[in-house]
């Protein structure tokens, strides 16, 4: 079992910024890709942005150039620096992990922009 631990959400203005993180946990061997979802009301959940074990990453459209993903291997843990926000970004983020044999979720942290 991995267990995963976020934190960083909460209220910000729209232009402004915050930084999400979440820290894996457990029985872990190797992790191999580490990201972030996101899901708003009345909508599908969507990922934001995701880093292999080898650095890659992928973004979503609507956050690049805004957002930056980044994981530390020896630690287990990966960050979202979310820039430039906006009112639409507003949702519950979710960390991922994706590991040999399945992938595990995180509870959740909710991010609010305000315009």
């Known amino acids: 079992q991995v267990q995963l631990v976020e934190s960083g959400g909460g209220l910000v203005q729209a232009g402004g910024s915050l930084r999400l993180s979440c820290a894996a946990s457990?029985?872990?061997?190797?992790?191999?890709?580490m990201g972030w979802y996101r899901q708003a009301p009345g909508k599908q959940r969507e990922l934001v942005a995701a880093v292999t074990s080898r650095g890659s990453t992928n973004y979503a459209d609507s956050a690049k150039g805004r957002f930056t993903i980044s994981r530390d291997n020896a630690k287990n843990t990966v960050t979202l620096q979310m820039n430039s926000l906006k009112p639409e970004d507003t949702a519950v983020y979710c960390c991922n992990v994706k590991v040999p044999g399945g992938d595990y979720w995180g509870k959740g942290t909710l991010v609010t922009v305000s315009s």
């Open positions: 457990g029985s872990i061997h190797s992790i191999n890709v």
